[in-house]
């Protein structure tokens, strides 16, 4: 069994504390042979060593963190990093909290950073949905007219809309085999396209 290093801060009779570090194969183990030496128990924890895990969380954050907002996959990935670094804090946390506590500050800051890519991703599909919803209406009526969707969005102005708006999205269309059509905009950190059938924009996910 692989032995673990612990802090143990004991006292004496004479009212006088000691602390050392003492090696034992766990927790159990160690209470018994001090208290075989007969002395009183202040308190242990575990000397945990978070050199390892800490620069794997440090690399993992300045190699996927700027490219999270842009990449769909950095993004993902940046999610698997924060779960499991979640997962490693909150196991440590009760055996050294004050050893922990840069590592529980890397992944709060990890964690606010996800939800801020994420809140901005959402806003700003609300402002595609804004924006597109004048196209659709526009190859609604393409469609009612012509019974035919237009093989491209150059065909829709001046008589079903003024223009095709191309800021701050770029509308990517495509006429379909089946007659139905599908608009895609690049929308950091991941595509979204329109589904014709559903009537609901969708995040295009990476396969």
Request: proline content about 6%.
């Amino acid at each position: 069994m692989k032995l673990k290093k612990f802090i143990c801060v004991i006292g004496h009779e004479s009212g006088t504390e000691e602390s050392r570090v003492i090696v034992a194969r766990d927790r159990e183990s160690l209470e018994e042979k001090l208290r075989a030496e007969g002395v009183t128990i202040r308190s242990i924890r575990e000397d945990l060593r978070i050199g390892g895990g800490l620069t794997a969380l440090i690399f993992f954050c300045f190699f996927l963190g700027p490219a999270a907002p842009f990449l769909d996959t950095a993004f993902i990935m940046l999610h698997g990093v924060l779960f499991f670094s979640l997962v490693w804090v909150l196991g440590s946390w009760k055996l050294n909290p004050s050893k922990m506590a840069v590592p529980a500050l890397l992944v709060f800051l990890l964690f606010t950073y996800v939800i801020g890519i994420h809140t901005k991703f959402f806003l700003d599909l609300q402002k595609v949905q804004l924006e597109g919803e004048p196209v659709l209406k526009a190859l609604d009526g393409f469609h009612a007219k012509y019974s035919r969707y237009p093989k491209d969005l150059d065909q829709l102005p001046p008589d079903f809309i003024n223009q095709i708006p191309d800021k701050p999205f770029r509308f990517e269309y495509l006429l379909l085999e089946n007659g139905h059509y599908s608009l895609l905009i690049r929308l950091h950190p991941f595509k979204v396209f329109y589904n014709a059938s559903t009537q609901k924009w969708h995040p295009l996910m990476p396969t």
